[in-house]
């Protein structure tokens, strides 16, 4: 029961780290027999465990205060150190391969476990470490170069996201001329911003073809250890989208204009959802804390023991403080078996959002806490989101707790913007396989090919005239299709999977939790795919799946209290 402050780091000895690694591995490819096979696989994983608290250790107490010294250069150590063992892993995976106990080792831990390693084996050789440390530097070029944005307005210098307050504002044509400012700095660096992507699209495919993938599109989906589905079925997913969920979009964002009162709607006018402002929690961390403590002991035996265990062993970062670095996170602390959950509490339903969705994957990484192997436990990103964008739906009959009187317009918000993202998401995955496949387009092209997916999915956007985004330049601001490509939809995918358990729970809530708890203790042991069947859920590839939805998240809104919603 080790409290956060009382967890202890000593800067490890990196060399002997190695020496200890390079010695199991060795054992592990000499091993005679199973079971010295076994015990040098554990020793490597163990370490692994190890090595990875303290940074994890390190890395969250940087981030809560950026000013400790002691920290800072910790962190400038680990980060100079830790690419080193990167190897280890793949190394180990082609032993594993190799070995005359792989049989043995799946049965042991699944035969999922080896098409992991395969696919770590095949997206490395050490003739691509050139490439990638390019592609690298390319991503780092692109996100500086958003971060550098210097951006005047009202007499005052801001930064991209600091102008998001004024693009809510109730003032339209403050909400234009913001709109405008933003999207005209990004305009003034579309050159640079062609260039970096035209040489990250040169990289990638240079890469792609070295490893011996017909295209960048196959080693991207290999990336992320995507064994079970492929782009072909990625678009039949897609057409179900701009089949079912676009009409409906379209309709709650007609209802959006009669809320606003606005008949000519413009891209620069969806950002704003009420009048009377968005939903705010009512109270402060130690209010919204002790709220979430009965919530979660309410919701389950496990939820509630988890929950106390963040509260008792202050595995919890809330509140926004000078100091603290921006954003919010989950992460997970091997050796400790705990979670922890960082984050920058401001006031907005965004705090709310982090004791249910960050919680969420925190709650999973306890269910799971220790497994046998680690690698058996590491799951793919669309199954991640699934822990945490569900768990914002078990959550909901408690939200009265946090919202009060903006309750409602809380329940609509949440089911509204999240069906509306699904198209957005789509538009940027459907974009990204065509970028792949015509590796030799202009920037020009580029551009109109975006403009015309755009208005197959979000076809109510009206640019009122701005140029940049009419020749189809948005998509440079979504930092993914430059930094993590094809990572897209898989915030989609699990949203239809947390959409399914939204419906499940308010019919059945004893079998949705139960599939539930089975999703989180599953994960990683098997793919995807398989994993919704063994859950009772809908393939989202399958067509059909998502028109199964919609009316049902349509038949939800139509029933919320619209006279508080406004
Ligand atoms: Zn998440």
């Not at 690419?83 to 391969?97: K, R, V, Y």
């Not at 551009?447 to 140029?467: S, V």
């Not at 979504?478 to 490509?485: F, I, L, N, R, S």
Request: hydrophobic letters at 35%; glycine letters at 4%.
């Amino acid at each position: 029961m080790t409290k956060f402050k009382d967890m202890q780091y000593t800067r490890p000895d990196f060399a002997a780290y190695m020496t200890k690694f390079k010695g199991y591995l060795q054992e592990l490819k000499n091993a005679q027999d199973k079971e010295t096979f076994f015990k040098a696989l554990l020793a490597i994983d163990a370490l692994s465990r190890n090595l990875s608290t303290l940074y994890t250790l390190v890395s969250i107490r940087n981030s809560i205060n950026t000013k400790d010294t002691f920290y800072e250069a910790e962190m400038d150590v680990m980060d100079e150190n830790m690419p080193q063992f990167s190897e280890i892993g793949s190394t180990m995976a082609q032993i594993c391969l190799d070995s005359p106990f792989r049989k043995d080792l799946a049965e042991r831990f699944g035969a999922h476990l080896l098409e992991k390693y395969e696919i770590r084996a095949k997206i490395f050789k050490p003739e691509i470490v050139e490439d990638m440390i390019e592609e690298n530097k390319l991503v780092t070029e692109y996100e500086k170069l958003l971060a550098s944005a210097e951006i005047e307005f009202q007499g005052k210098t801001y930064n991209l996201s600091g102008m998001m307050p004024f693009m809510q504002n109730t003032d339209r044509s403050i909400r234009k001329a913001a709109s405008d400012a933003s999207w005209g700095w990004m305009a003034s660096q579309q050159d640079k911003l062609d260039e970096l992507f035209d040489k990250l699209v040169k990289v990638r495919c240079r890469i792609a073809k070295k490893l011996g993938f017909a295209n960048f599109i196959e080693l991207a989906y290999a990336r992320m250890t995507r064994t079970d589905w492929d782009y072909k079925a990625a678009r039949v997913y897609r057409k179900q989208i701009a089949d079912s969920v676009v009409p409906l979009a379209q309709k709650l964002y007609k209802e959006q204009a009669a809320r606003l009162g606005i008949k000519d709607m413009k891209n620069y006018d969806y950002s704003l959802n009420f009048l009377s402002g968005n939903p705010k929690p009512v109270g402060e961390e130690a209010e919204l804390v002790a709220q979430a403590k009965i919530m979660y002991e309410e919701l389950s035996p496990q939820t509630g023991e988890f929950f106390n265990l963040m509260i008792n062993q202050e595995l919890m970062d809330l509140t926004t403080k000078p100091g603290k670095r921006g954003g919010g996170y989950m992460t997970f602390l091997p050796d400790y078996k705990v979670p922890f959950i960082f984050s920058n509490f401001n006031g907005t339903s965004g705090d709310v959002d982090v004791l249910t969705h960050e919680a969420g994957h925190a709650f999973q990484g306890y269910t799971n806490r220790d497994p046998e192997l680690s690698d058996t436990a590491d799951y793919t990103m669309e199954v991640a989101e699934i822990h945490s964008m569900s768990m914002e739906f078990f959550t909901h009959p408690w939200m009265q707790r946090f919202f009060d009187k903006d309750t409602e317009k809380y329940y609509y918000s949440h089911v509204v913007d999240a069906l509306q993202f699904l198209p957005y998401g789509a538009s940027i995955d459907e974009l990204q396989e065509w970028f792949y496949l015509n590796p030799d387009a202009t920037p020009e092209q580029r551009r109109a090919a975006y403009r015309e997916i755009e208005k197959k999915y979000l076809p109510h956007l009206d640019y009122d005239g701005n140029e940049y985004l009419e020749k189809g330049g948005r998509w440079q601001k979504q930092a993914h299709v430059y930094a993590m490509p094809f990572y897209y939809l898989d915030y989609t995918l699990a949203q239809v999977c947390a959409f399914q358990y939204f419906i499940w729970d308010m019919k059945n809530h004893e079998e949705a939790w139960k599939s539930y708890m089975h999703i989180c203790k599953r994960a990683g042991q098997i793919p995807f795919t398989a994993l919704l069947k063994e859950c009772g859920l809908d393939n989202p590839f399958e067509d059909g799946c998502i028109a199964k939805i919609t009316p049902k998240l349509e038949q939800y809104l139509d029933s919320l209290d619209k006279s508080q919603i406004h």
